[in-house]
C-alpha cells in the first residue's frame, strides 16, 4: 500500500468506494473528502499490528477455559495516533468479550463477527515509535489460529465513510505450554510427529503393481493377459448424442501422439448387463480390437471414460501400453455431492468449473451451491437489483443500507475479491450448462428462514428508497418486521439476520426468487427439480417479540414458534411446488423441536413425511449421533452429510497452525474414509449406543447418499480450498460410489483390523503413487493438502513415513526448511542435527514440515 499521506490517499479510496462493484443499480454512497488536518495523525499504512494469544486459563467461574489473547500495536509514523477521535475494526470467528479494557480502551461487538476498539476517556494515544499492548478476551477456548482477529482497518471519526486497511498485521506462533494448554476441557492435545507416524503406521508401502487400479472401487474388475499399446491417439467412434463424451476421450491421450492412428475407442449407450443403475458402465479393453465403453446412459459412459482416465500410463511413463481388462461398475448411491459455500467468501465462475471438473473426475453427480448466507448474496435475481448491489458487496460504510459490513478478514474495500462478488444470470446459466456436459446437477440453496441477513439488509434498504419516494409498493419484498423486538443471538452471533413469517411480503420474496431461478434453469435447457430452501440454525428466541408473527400465529390458531415453523415451510413448499419443483433442505426442515426430560430433542416432524422433502443430516454431534437414522426410519428422504466425518472446512488435526475450524471436531483423511453410511453409530461404545437408534431396512430405503460440505468462513483464496477439500473429497466419492468394503461388514473385531490394514494401504498407495500424481502434472493445478510426515525416534535412528506411501520425502538436518533440493528419505535417518522432514508432489511443491532436535 502506497505511504502517501491519508488525506490523499482517502479521497482516491472515497472515489472507489462511489462506484464498487455490482453496485450500478443501487444509490451511491456519498462521497467526502477526508479533512486535510487527519494530516497530522497517524496513517493505518504505517501501523503495525501482531497478535499473540498470551494463555488459556480454566477458573471455576469458566472450567472449560478462556483465552487471554494481545495485541500488539506499534506506530511507526511521524504522526501520533491521537488520544481520541478513531476506531480500530476487525472480524474475529469467536466471541470476545467486549467492555473496558486496560489502557482507558474499550472493545465494541458492532454486529456478528465484526468488532472495534475505541479509545476511552484518559487514553493517552500512541506516539511515534510508541508500541501499546492490548489485552484482551475470548468468551471460550482458543486452539486454533483460525480464531485470530483478522481484516483490520483504521476509521477516524473525522472521515467516517473512510476506511484504510491495516497491511502490517501477523500471527505471533502458539508454541508455548501455557498457550497450548487445553486443562481438562476435553479439547485434543497437539499432534505429535510420533502421533503421526503411529497414525501412518496402519498402512503399508505396496509395489506399483498391487496399487489399486481405480478410484472410486468398481464393482467387479476381471483382468486379462495382455497388453494393448499406444503409440498413438485414438480413433474414436461414437454416436452424435454422445459428443461431450467424445471430446472428453480426446481430451485423456497425449495431444502429442499422432491423431486417430491408434487403437479404435468405442462408445455407446446400450445394456450393461446384470446393473439397473442409469450410471453402469461395462469398459474393457482387449489387445487386439482395442477399447469399448458402453453405459446405460450417457453418464455411464462417461463415467467409464474417467476410469479409463486412471488407467491410463502416468505422463512420462516408459512403457505407453494398457492391461487388458473388462470393468464392469455401477455406483452404490445416487447421490453423490460435494457443496461449496460461496456466500461467506466469494469464489467465481473459474473456481466453479474447475471443482465440477474434479467432481466428474471421481464419478460425484451433485453439485449443492451455497449461494446465500448473511454475509453474501450471490445470484443476481432479476427486478431485486438490490440483492447484488448491496448483499453481493462487504466493505466499511458509515451508514446502513449502502453495503454488508466485513466479514471474515474481507476488510473495509468493497472491491474485495472474497467479500465482494455475485454469479450474473449469465454465469449461472453458463454454469448450468458446464456441470449439466460432465452429469453433474446443480442444487441451488437459498437459505431461510435464518442466515438471511444479507437478504433482510438489501430488502430493507430497498424498502426505505421506494417509501422515500414515494411508492405505494415499498414494503413488497420486505423480510424484517420493524416493530420486531424479539431477542437472540445466531451461530454468528448476529440479532437481525431472520426472515419473519408473519409477513406477506416474505412469501412473496420467495416465490419471486423461486420463479427465477426456475426461469433461469429454463434458459439454460438444464432441469431443475429441487431447490434447497436452507432451514438451518434458526436462533432460539427469534419471531417470539414480533408483532406480525404474533398476529400470523393468532390468526392461524398456532400456538408456539415451532408450529410457525411448520407454517412458514408448508407455505414455502406450497410455492416450490406451484413452480413444478419439489423442496429440500437441511435436517431442521424435516425435525421438530420439543422436550424429553426436560431437554431439548428432535424428533421427525410428522407434519412433512407424505411431502417429498429431501433432508441433508448434518447433526451427528454428541446426543444426535442417531439424529439421521431416526429421520430415514421416519421416512424422509436423506442425504448424509455428517459433520463429524464430512465437513471439509473441519481442520485435519488439533494443532493450532493447521488451517481450518474446529467447533465439532476433526477430520483427517481416514476420518472421511471410514465412514460406513448405513452403520453411523459404529464407533461408538455399547454404552453410548444404547439408547439410540439403529438403520431400519426401511430407512435405509431413504438415504439417498452422501455429500461432502465445504462452508467457508477460512477460505479466502483458492489455494485453500484445494488444500481443505483434497484429497479428502475422493475419500468421500470412494465411500458414494463403493460398495461397503469387507472390514465393515466383518464381526470379528481381529478380522476386520487386517481387512481395513489392506483396504486402507490400497486407497493411500493409489492416492499416492498414482492418483495425485496425475493430478500433479496436469492443469489447472490442484494445491491439495500435503500432509507433513510422521517421525519417531528409535534408537539411534529416526524413522519416517507419510500417510501417502510412495510420495517423495526430502530431509535437511540443519535446521532449514526442505526444498526440491534437498536430501531424499531413503530409509532411516541417523544424521544428528536439527532434523526437518517434508513430503513433495511432483512439481516439487512442499507439504507441511515436521521435525525433531537430535543434536
Not at 7 to 32: G, H, I, S
Not at 365 to 371: D, E, G, R, V, Y
Not at 699 to 727: N, W
Request: charge should be neutral; glycine fraction near 8%.
Amino acid at each position: 500500500m502506497s505511504h502517501r499521506p491519508l488525506a490523499a490517499r482517502a479521497l482516491a479510496l472515497l472515489m472507489a468506494l462511489a462506484t464498487p462493484m455490482a453496485m450500478a443499480e443501487a444509490p451511491a454512497p456519498a462521497t467526502q473528502q477526508a479533512p486535510a488536518n487527519l494530516n497530522q495523525y497517524a496513517s493505518a499504512a504505517k501501523l503495525q499490528l501482531r497478535w499473540d494469544l498470551q494463555r488459556n486459563l480454566f477458573t471455576t467461574q469458566a472450567p472449560h477455559g478462556r483465552t487471554q489473547a494481545r495485541l500488539i500495536l506499534t506506530n511507526h509514523d511521524s504522526q501520533p495516533l491521537p488520544a481520541q477521535g478513531w476506531s480500530l475494526y476487525f472480524n474475529c470467528l469467536d466471541r470476545l468479550q467486549p467492555g473496558p479494557l486496560q489502557g482507558n480502551l474499550t472493545l465494541e461487538q458492532v454486529a456478528g463477527s465484526l468488532f472495534r476498539l475505541r479509545p476511552g476517556p484518559g487514553f493517552k494515544g500512541v506516539a511515534p515509535g510508541q508500541t501499546l499492548a492490548i489485552d484482551y478476551n475470548y468468551a471460550g477456548l482458543v486452539i486454533k489460529l483460525s480464531k485470530a482477529p483478522v481484516g483490520f482497518y483504521l476509521v477516524y471519526d473525522a472521515a467516517p465513510d473512510v476506511g484504510v486497511a491495516i497491511e502490517d498485521f501477523a500471527l505471533l506462533p502458539l508454541t508455548r505450554p501455557e498457550q497450548l494448554d487445553r486443562g481438562t476441557s476435553g479439547h485434543k492435545p497437539v499432534v505429535t510427529p510420533a502421533d503421526t507416524w503411529r497414525r501412518n503406521a496402519q498402512a503399508d508401502l505396496l509395489p506399483a503393481n498391487e496399487v489399486p487400479p481405480v478410484l472410486p472401487t468398481p464393482l467387479h474388475i476381471q483382468p486379462g493377459e495382455g497388453k494393448l499399446l499406444l503409440n498413438a491417439q485414438p480413433a474414436i467412434q461414437a454416436p452424435a448424442a454422445l459428443k461431450n463424451e467424445a471430446a472428453l476421450a480426446r481430451f485423456l491421450f497425449p495431444q502429442t501422439l499422432p491423431a486417430n492412428k491408434g487403437p479404435l475407442l468405442k462408445l455407446s449407450v446400450g445394456t450393461v448387463q446384470g446393473q439397473a443403475s442409469p450410471e453402469a458402465y461395462r469398459l474393457t479393453i482387449q489387445a487386439d480390437s482395442g477399447i469399448t465403453i458402453v453405459g446405460n446412459s450417457a453418464a455411464g459412459v462417461a463415467y467409464g471414460l474417467q476410469t479409463l482416465r486412471d488407467l491410463l500410463p502416468l505422463p512420462g511413463a516408459k512403457e505407453q501400453a494398457l492391461n487388458e481388462l473388462t470393468i464392469v461398475d455401477a455406483p452404490r448411491f445416487g447421490y453423490r455431492g460435494f457443496q461449496l459455500d460461496v456466500a461467506r467468501n466469494f469464489h467465481g465462475k473459474q473456481t466453479v468449473f474447475k471443482w465440477l471438473d474434479l467432481m466428474a473426475r471421481f464419478k460425484l453427480n451433485k453439485f449443492h451451491f451455497h449461494l446465500t448466507d448473511d454475509e453474501g448474496w450471490r445470484l443476481e435475481i432479476a427486478g431485486l437489483p438490490e440483492l447484488t448491489a448491496i448483499g453481493a458487496v462487504r466493505g466499511h460504510a458509515a451508514r446502513p443500507g449502502v453495503r454488508l459490513q466485513p466479514a471474515y478478514g474481507s476488510g473495509p474495500d468493497p472491491r474485495d475479491p472474497s467479500g465482494s462478488g455475485y454469479f450474473s444470470r449469465a454465469d449461472y446459466i453458463d454454469i448450468l450448462r458446464y456441470a449439466q456436459a460432465r452429469h453433474i446437477e446443480v442444487i441451488p440453496e437459498i437459505e431461510m428462514p435464518g442466515h438471511m441477513r444479507a437478504a433482510v439488509q438489501a430488502m430493507e434498504a430497498r424498502y426505505r428508497r421506494m417509501k422515500a419516494a414515494g411508492r405505494k409498493d415499498a414494503a413488497k419484498y420486505l423480510l424484517n418486521d420493524l416493530e420486531d423486538r424479539s431477542t437472540y443471538s445466531s451461530a454468528q452471533y448476529f440479532t437481525d439476520n431472520v426472515i419473519n413469517p408473519g409477513l406477506d411480503s416474505t412469501f412473496s420474496f420467495i416465490d419471486h426468487v423461486v420463479g427465477q431461478i426456475v426461469a433461469l434453469h429454463l434458459d439454460a435447457g438444464v432441469p431443475l427439480r429441487t431447490i434447497h430452501m436452507g432451514g438451518d440454525e434458526l436462533a432460539n428466541g427469534a419471531w417470539e417479540k414480533s408483532p406480525a408473527s404474533l398476529a400470523r400465529m393468532k390468526k392461524e390458531k398456532l400456538a408456539t414458534t415451532e408450529d410457525l415453523w411448520d407454517y412458514f415451510y408448508d407455505r414455502v413448499d406450497g410455492i416450490l411446488r406451484r413452480h413444478g419443483v419439489s423442496t429440500s433442505g437441511w435436517e431442521e426442515l424435516a425435525a421438530r423441536k420439543t422436550r424429553l426430560a426436560g431437554r431439548s430433542k428432535l424428533i421427525p416432524n410428522p407434519r412433512f413425511t407424505t411431502r417429498g422433502f429431501t433432508a441433508w443430516v448434518w447433526n451427528n454431534t454428541r446426543g444426535a449421533e442417531d439424529l439421521a437414522n431416526r429421520l430415514a426410519n421416519g421416512g424422509y428422504d436423506i442425504v448424509l452429510a455428517p459433520v463429524s466425518n464430512m465437513y471439509l472446512d473441519m481442520a485435519a488435526n488439533p494443532n493450532p497452525e493447521e488451517p481450518g475450524v474446529n467447533w465439532n471436531d476433526y477430520v483427517e483423511l481416514d476420518t472421511v474414509y471410514d465412514f460406513v453410511p448405513f452403520d453411523m453409530l459404529r464407533n461408538l461404545s455399547e454404552t453410548a449406543r444404547a439408547d439410540k437408534d439403529g438403520l431400519t431396512d426401511y430407512g435405509k430405503g431413504h438415504v439417498r447418499g452422501l455429500e461432502a460440505t465445504l462452508f467457508s468462513e477460512t477460505v479466502r483464496d483458492d489455494g485453500r480450498l484445494d488444500y481443505l477439500v483434497m484429497p479428502r473429497l475422493i475419500a468421500l466419492a470412494e465411500r458414494a460410489w463403493a460398495a461397503d468394503p469387507a472390514w465393515a461388514l466383518e464381526t470379528d473385531p481381529a478380522r476386520s483390523a487386517a481387512l481395513h490394514r489392506q483396504a486402507w494401504s490400497g486407497f493411500v498407495n493409489a492416492l499416492g503413487q498414482r492418483v495425485l500424481p496425475r493430478l500433479d502434472l496436469e492443469q489447472p493445478a490442484v494445491a491439495y493438502r500435503i500432509a507433513p510426515p510422521g517421525l519417531l525416534l528409535d534408537g539411534e535412528q529416526l524413522l519416517v513415513n507419510h500417510v501417502l506411501p510412495g510420495i517423495t520425502l526430502r530431509y535437511t538436518s540443519d535446521g532449514s526448511d526442505p526444498s526440491a533440493a534437498s536430501k531424499p528419505v531413503t530409509g532411516p535417518i541417523t544424521e544428528r542435527g536439527l532434523i526437518k522432514v517434508a513430503a513433495f508432489d511432483r512439481k516439487g511443491r512442499p507439504g507441511l514440515v515436521a521435525s525433531i532436535d537430535r543434536r
